[in-house]
């Protein structure tokens, strides 16, 4: 059996172009998927069974009903604690997983605080002004790509989105169109590109408001090199950026984890708007978990915020505070819920130590360093190839995810359910 | 099943023409029937003195979907003024100008309002809107969905093949699970798809050889061939320019020969006080409510609505992408835009609306005079274009506003001359009735809608049990002098019934039932069809992002759909 137009779970690319060949219910071949991509629809090793860590410290298997009954205990007995994770799931268990933080009192926050979350708090200063991706194929003649390596990260964007495809107004493709990269080092994407600007690391709020100056007209306050870049390519690169019919602005966590974090993209966005009194230019942050943008969106329209503390009984938000690595540091959190990520390859070690000497509950169906932490870990179907269900694309767009295969695995939707219906008092809205 | 009486109210249903009288409303399993047999079983409430209308039914306001949610996520500062905290049967609130999905149920209920409609849904991102649709409570919901900048759309005008047009119109409803044609400054929003708009009804649009002029009357025939339930909704060019009244007039004067298919408007334009605005610039900027005011008085083919400004907080959020760069721009604030593809624009922009800045004063007087000043009330729909005027919650002191001239003088006294001077309002005497309140607020809405054969807006045997009773008795208030009280009744309904539920009781929900979701389908010739869909695969294969398989609207989004059937005769 031939599946066409399967989404791939993979990255914020959400490509949505696949065939895959089904026998016998196993994926045999997926076609037109990226490396990244066919690996995951392919399959790799997953944990097999649900598993409670036993008095000798040994993860031992178990079932889904001792593994639910053991999280929902260590939930209901917790006074702080954290839900985490949620980039690699659907919005339908996201959404579960906002109402077990309002039935627990929990943060609720997702792995956009260690990657894009400066982009949320520039967009909280300044807006979004941005585009659907098609939007970008059909017009954009110049394409800027800065801090960010999407041959390696979103390997088809560029085939698919912001480069290479011809567009309605642009219909010789990657030769109608001018790429600039932006980077700290030499990147497979700066050497494709017409124009590579390297930049001394951490000085992208320096380069980026030289740019803004020249985009303004104020050309005496650059001087003549800024940060290791002359002022002659950056003249070069802003009459490039005023003189396209339409540019598009891709940034990555070069820019939102160096040196500045959310100043600099506030700074990017104010060049684009600025950029809108001469031409038309937009900027869309390359996000990296194919549905990290959904918690966002999520989270945002059921609480009012991308990220939640509900342990007032009310949504309350103040990054810096209650962000999860900010509970941690603290040594604030005494139990967690973490689904579909890992935090204990990507936190601080204080961070890690923390949540570490803390219960633990995994819901993920791949083994990863959190399980490593983890006191109860919970396998659960692969969304867009073992079931159903919405994942938002890096630009906002919402998408259906297909099932492929059938699967004895629940969804992470299924157990959160489960957890909720015990952790929650009768009568209660669930 | 469940049995309600509501006995001695003073019954206001301007659709079957009763204006006040005492009478008994029976409810059984959901529906007003003419009459019960009193069981032990049948609910009883004493509504002597208090006022019953239907359920109140909004037609234009933006309550889902991604501009929404935009406005949230770079507006963390309004989600925190309106926090509430989770009780046994409600989830927690947050927002003022863009409240999370469940005050937006919460509240519209509380307010007595039982149908909202959304004003603005892409078709490409129609999922998200149903997404949070389905996490909106109580209320039924519908939404209209966004054609006119829309390549298939402005290809089929240019080539004047309307029945193609009308086969695209009905394709893009199913794709959406849509209700009806918006129309935001045609050909507006591709000329910004490289920074650019149109300068009036008769400019070009670039690239498509096609005028905004051509757009509206292609769309507004291709809708009465498919004798859809609601006529065009149109948010004129220009919109937010001085000057702009010409043109929202000539725009009206465009359509007076087109024939509507069935019992309604061809037309209707929206929020109004940002339509009909005189002067060249902002230092001459005036009202000239009065002249849209003349125009709707001798013509029936529109309607309009206020889109009232309410001082303080608002979010503008339109798919008109110019204007909003525009606004972002003037006012040095923050701007969020969302272009999408083949489709049309859109721009967020958050904003303050100052007593005594007088371009707002004279703002905040145009939506009344318009009101005011058209004679006919089932022309003008009361509505704050939420949030764009400002946030719905402000209702009951629009209402107040209307039914008070003494609370306009009062206002007036708060604001600036040049207010006084560039507008009619002080001059104004007329002041609007319960009869009337209870058409701007729900008769007229659903019956723009084409909704009251669907059971909305009205108490007549058949119609969906959605019924407000405001604790105030219009015998006992002089609601010219006792504006305040009147502005606290509706603020603060005694009970909102849903279905024949309790859904509020003195300003508590009391119950959280899921609403449903209006769509429309529409049929058309099958050769019509087969046409368009040679255009549309070759735009899937070519400009989407996405493949045509993954673009409708699937079933798991709309869990209680209201199918309404329409098509050619």
């Given at each position: 059996m031939e599946i066409t137009d399967a989404t791939c779970?993979?990255?914020?690319?959400?490509?949505?172009?696949l065939t895959v060949k089904v026998e016998d219910n196993e994926i045999v071949d997926v076609k037109r998927a990226c490396r990244l991509g066919a690996s995951k629809i392919l399959g790799h090793e997953r944990i097999n069974s649900p598993m409670i860590r036993n008095e000798a410290g040994i993860l031992e298997e178990t079932s889904f009903d001792s593994a639910i009954d053991k999280a929902s205990q260590i939930l209901l007995h917790a006074k702080r604690p954290l839900l985490y994770g949620?980039?690699?799931?659907s919005c339908e268990a996201q959404s579960k997983g906002v109402l077990l933080g309002e039935i627990l009192g929990a943060v609720v926050d997702s792995t956009a605080s260690v990657c894009h979350g400066p982009t949320t708090l520039g967009v909280q200063e300044k807006g979004l002004p941005t585009a659907s991706l098609g939007q970008i194929k059909n017009r954009a003649d110049l394409i800027i790509f800065w801090g960010c390596n999407p041959i390696h990260a979103h390997p088809r964007h560029m085939s698919r989105y912001s480069g290479y495809l011809p567009g309605f107004f642009l219909d010789r493709g990657r030769q109608n169109r001018k790429f600039v990269t932006v980077d700290v080092r030499m990147t497979e994407t700066a050497a494709i590109s017409d124009e590579f600007l390297q930049i001394e690391q951490g000085s992208d709020y320096v380069v980026l408001s030289a740019l803004r100056a020249l985009v303004n007209?104020?050309?005496?306050?650059?001087?003549?090199?800024v940060c290791g870049v002359s002022k002659e390519d950056l003249v070069r690169l802003s009459g490039m950026m005023r003189s396209c019919r339409f540019g598009a602005f891709f940034f990555g966590m070069g820019l939102t984890?160096?040196?500045?974090m959310y100043k600099n993209i506030d700074c990017a966005l104010s060049l684009t708007n600025d950029l809108n009194t001469q031409t038309k230019f937009v900027i869309t942050p390359l996000r990296g978990h194919y549905n990290v943008t959904g918690f966002g969106q999520v989270c945002s329209w059921q609480t009012g915020f991308p990220a939640v503390d509900l342990s007032r009984g009310a949504p309350y938000y103040n990054p810096g505070e209650m962000s999860a690595n900010d509970l941690l540091m603290r040594d604030e959190v005494d139990a967690s819920l973490i689904v579909a990520s890992d935090p204990a390859a990507h936190f601080p070690s204080t961070s890690v130590h923390n949540l570490a000497k803390m219960p633990l509950i995994q819901i993920d169906p791949y083994a990863n360093a959190t399980t490593e932490i983890a006191d109860v870990v919970i396998p659960t179907a692969i969304v867009g190839v073992e079931t159903e269900g919405t994942a938002y694309r890096m630009d906002g767009l919402s998408l259906r995810l297909r099932k492929l295969v059938d699967s004895d695995y629940p969804s992470d939707e299924e157990i959160l359910d489960k957890i909720i219906k015990k952790v929650s008092r009768k009568g209660d809205v669930c | 099943m469940s049995e309600l009486l509501i006995k001695n109210g003073r019954v206001f249903d301007p659709i079957n023409s009763i204006n006040g009288d005492i009478m008994d409303i029976a409810i059984k399993n959901g529906k007003i029937v003419d009459d019960i047999s009193l069981s032990p079983d049948t609910k009883v409430i004493d509504a002597s003195s208090m006022i019953v209308m239907p359920g109140g039914v909004d037609a234009h306001s933006h309550i889902a979907g991604s501009k929404v949610n935009s406005g949230r996520i770079m507006c963390p500062n309004d989600s925190r003024s309106g926090i509430e905290k989770r009780t046994k049967i409600t989830r927690p609130c947050s927002g003022y100008t863009v409240p999370n999905t469940f005050a937006m149920g919460y509240r519209y209920a509380k307010l007595g309002y039982t149908t909202v409609f959304e004003?603005?849904?892409p078709i490409l991102h129609a999922r998200h809107t149903h997404e949070e649709f389905g996490d909106i409570p109580i209320i039924d919901k519908g939404g209209l969905v966004l054609f006119g900048s829309n390549w298939q759309v402005m290809e089929a005008v240019r080539e004047n093949d309307i029945e193609k047009l009308a086969a695209y119109i009905a394709w893009g409803l199913s794709a959406s699970r849509g209700y009806g044609v918006k129309i935001v400054n045609p050909g507006g929003g591709e000329a910004w798809g490289f920074g650019k708009n149109v300068s009036?009804?008769?400019?070009t649009v670039p690239n498509f050889d096609v005028t905004p002029a051509e757009i509206i009357t292609g769309l507004a025939k291709a809708n009465e061939m498919l004798h859809l339930p609601h006529s065009i909704h149109l948010h004129c060019n220009?919109?937010?320019?001085?000057?702009n009244y010409k043109t929202t007039i000539e725009t009206m004067k465009l359509l007076e020969n087109i024939k509507p298919s069935?019992?309604?408007?061809v037309v209707h334009i929206t929020h109004m006080t940002f339509n009909a605005w005189g002067g060249t610039n902002w230092g001459d900027f005036e009202s000239k409510a009065d002249a849209v005011a003349d125009y709707l008085n001798q013509h029936d083919h529109v309607t309009v609505d206020m889109g009232q400004l309410i001082f303080g907080n608002a979010t503008t959020m339109t798919a008109d992408g110019p204007m909003q760069y525009a606004n972002a721009r003037l006012l040095a604030t923050k701007w969020t835009n969302g272009d999408v593809e083949l489709e049309d624009a859109s721009g967020v922009v958050p904003l303050s609306y100052i007593r005594k800045m007088y371009i707002h004063d004279i703002m905040w007087a145009v939506g009344l005079e318009v009101a005011l000043l058209?004679?006919?009330?089932?022309q003008v729909l009361l509505t704050t274009d939420h949030p764009n005027g400002?946030?719905?919650?402000n209702y009951p002191e629009v209402i107040a506003l209307l039914m008070s001239a003494r609370k306009r003088e009062e206002e007036m006294?708060?604001?600036?001359n040049k207010m006084r001077d560039r507008t009619t309002l002080s001059g104004i005497e007329r002041e609007l009735d319960w009869y009337d309140i209870a058409i701007k607020t729900r008769a007229s809405h659903a019956k723009i809608l084409g909704l009251t054969d669907h059971g909305k807006g009205h108490l007549g045997?058949?119609?969906?049990?959605?019924v407000t009773i405001y604790h105030i008795n219009p015998d006992q208030v002089d609601a010219g002098r006792e504006h305040a009280t009147v502005k606290k009744a509706f603020e603060k309904p005694a009970y909102t019934i849903k279905d024949g539920e309790f859904v509020v009781r003195n300003g508590e929900i009391t119950a959280t039932p899921e609403g449903r979701t209006f769509w429309v389908n529409a049929s058309v010739p099958e050769e019509d069809n087969t046409r368009l869909m040679k255009d549309l695969r070759l735009k899937f294969r070519?400009?989407?992002?996405?493949?045509l398989a993954n673009y409708m609207v699937q079933d798991?989004?709309?869990?209680h759909p209201v199918v309404i059937k329409a098509g050619g005769s």
């Open positions: 779970s993979f990255c914020g690319s959400l490509c949505d172009d949620w980039a690699s799931t007209g104020k050309d005496d306050l650059v001087p003549d090199v984890q160096s040196k500045g | 004003a603005a849904i009036g009804l008769h400019d220009l919109l937010g320019k001085p000057g069935m019992d309604r408007q058209t004679k006919n009330p089932w400002g946030p719905f919650v006294l708060k604001l600036s045997a058949y119609a969906d049990a959605d070519k400009y989407y992002s996405i493949n798991n989004y709309v869990k």
